[in-house]
């Protein structure tokens, strides 16, 4: 099982000195867990499932603004008092909330609106414009190939599942697609990343645990080329300790990445879990403080109903969400699409 697949130059010895290389190769047939998906999957479709893990978010948000427009027949400023009240309580943030609700009361005012019942659909065009209101837009940057995607974030968020998940779709787009487990910090990162490279059925490059991860990242670049992969997928470490330790460990992996694959089409993905609230948005902004993030995974919006917290992160960092992670499941990880999202909320 061991291999040492390449030659390597004196530089790129010291990056690798020590250390394993190990190449797990997969079994080709999925598991029981990834049938039991597509079942799942096909019952529900893509806008049930968001609909379905946004649950407990809609009953936070549109509920409640329902409840508020039964309880007022005019618009007044109470009103605006009770909805602001409602976005905070769901996570959108003090910042993000206050610009939505002076956005919302210029509409009604240019519009000349009186009902109550004439704010919902104000309120949910308000959010869709929100969540499109950022540079970049919501597409991975993956083509053209061979493209690299980093994946960046603390611990327990959800890296190694969307890094799973996302394996086996590209994979099931019939893409070539390969792992890194740069997480070195912990055993268990990389041993739960070969589990995922097992389910989605794609190769892992990994070394043993406290390793140099840009070591890790090294050889899966090598072998990524030398394989024709069209995608390579790296999990990162994901200490926070302090910004400094932070950018020094994130620049070297990404000086790795500028030199050894100039010509890849990156994406630096960062994952944040939405049931953190408002935590989210702060580690979002170390992160984008760190390093040049492109795009962000919101991960568990199904367990909360902070899911308000996607406009936060959408509106404070402008940095646009390119993935919403919906459940645990191999395929409850979507592209966000911002109209789907809103309407996911606020169904007719
Ligand atoms: N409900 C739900 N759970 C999720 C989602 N994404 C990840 N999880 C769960 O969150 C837990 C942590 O996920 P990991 O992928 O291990 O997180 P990580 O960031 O890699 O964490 P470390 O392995 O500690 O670095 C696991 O139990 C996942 O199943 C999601 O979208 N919804």
């Not at 630096?268 to 993030?293: H, P, W």
């Amino acid at each position: 099982m061991f291999n040492k697949l390449f030659k390597k130059s004196k530089n790129e010895e010291e990056l690798t000195n020590n250390q394993e290389e190990v190449i797990t190769k997969k079994e080709s047939e999925d598991t029981n867990d990834i049938s039991d998906d597509n079942i799942e999957q096909s019952k529900t479709g893509f806008f049930g499932r968001l609909k379905e893990g946004l649950e407990k978010t809609r009953r936070g948000i549109s509920d409640k603004v329902d409840d508020i427009i039964k309880s007022y027949q005019k618009i007044d400023e109470e009103l605006f008092e009770d909805l602001e009240e409602v976005l905070i309580m769901a996570d959108v943030g003090l910042e993000t909330t206050e610009r939505i609700i002076e956005d919302v009361k210029d509409k009604v005012k240019e519009r000349k609106l009186t009902e109550a019942s004439e704010i919902k659909s104000i309120l949910k065009e308000e959010l869709k414009e929100i969540l499109e209101d950022v540079e970049g837009k919501s597409k991975l940057n993956i083509n053209p190939s061979p493209a690299i995607i980093l994946v960046v974030g603390v611990n327990g968020v959800g890296k190694t599942t969307t890094i799973g998940k996302l394996a086996y779709r590209f994979r099931e787009e019939g893409k070539k697609v390969l792992l890194s487990a740069g997480d070195t910090f912990r055993a268990a990162a990389i041993e739960q990343l070969s589990e995922w490279a097992n389910r989605a059925n794609v190769d892992i490059i990994s070394h043993s645990e406290g390793s140099d991860p840009a070591a890790v990242i090294f050889d899966g670049i090598q072998a990524a080329k030398a394989r024709n992969m069209d995608i390579l997928i790296c999990d990162t470490a994901g200490r926070l300790h302090n910004k400094k330790n932070l950018m020094n460990e994130l620049n070297k992996i990404f000086r790795i990445v500028g030199r050894e694959y100039p010509n890849a089409t990156k994406e630096v993905l960062l994952v944040v879990d939405a049931t953190t609230g408002q935590n989210a948005v702060m580690q979002a902004k170390v992160f984008k403080e760190a390093c040049n993030i492109t795009g962000i995974a919101l991960t568990k919006l199904d367990g909360t109903a902070k899911g308000g917290v996607i406009f936060a992160v959408q509106s404070e960092l402008n940095v646009p969400v390119k993935l919403v992670g919906v459940g645990e499941g191999i395929n409850d990880l979507q592209d966000f699409d911002p109209e789907n999202f809103v309407d996911a909320i606020f169904p007719e």
